[in-house]
């Protein structure tokens, strides 16, 4: 909990959470991401593996829960993280849905998304898993 506070994703992202689910974040089947861990953009390149207790998860909704993500719905797919200035925090949020057969509805654009107000609007209640990566543009020296 504490690197979610002190990287300010309790207060700016979410108001709290229930950390109640295992969830895992890998990379290139090698890097586990950490919270407020720095990765550079060539690291995050391609789509990342999600485990929830085990199981793949991509951005889906309506998992039951003694399955795995097929039989979810994608929401929104993976769009490669391009940071052009400063640093840029990349938070991947686990809400379990409060009703069965409850309809969430995508974000209408990822620009100036608000997870606060889309699980208001979708009636989700606080996250159960919660993970952060921080993320900058690579210089040419550092490619190399």
Not at 18 to 29: G, I, L
Not at 74 to 101: A, C, D, L, N, W
Request: with cysteine; charged share 25%; aromatic share 6%.
């Amino acid at each position: 909990m504490e690197p979610l506070i002190v990287g300010r994703v309790v207060g700016e992202v979410v108001e709290m959470l229930n950390p109640s689910v295992r969830m895992t974040v890998t990379y290139n089947s090698n890097k586990q991401v950490s919270n407020g861990h720095d990765l550079m953009p060539a690291l995050v390149a391609s789509r990342p593996r999600v485990d929830i207790g085990g199981d793949d998860l991509r951005m889906v909704t309506d998992i039951p829960g003694t399955t795995d993500a097929s039989f979810g719905k994608e929401m929104v797919s993976y769009e490669v993280p391009r940071p052009v200035v400063g640093i840029h925090r990349f938070v991947f949020i686990m809400f379990k849905q409060t009703r069965e057969r409850q309809t969430v509805r995508a974000p209408s654009s990822r620009e100036c998304f608000n997870t606060k107000k889309f699980s208001q609007d979708n009636g989700l209640g606080l996250p159960v898993a919660v993970i952060y990566f921080n993320c900058q543009r690579e210089t040419a020296a550092r490619r190399r």
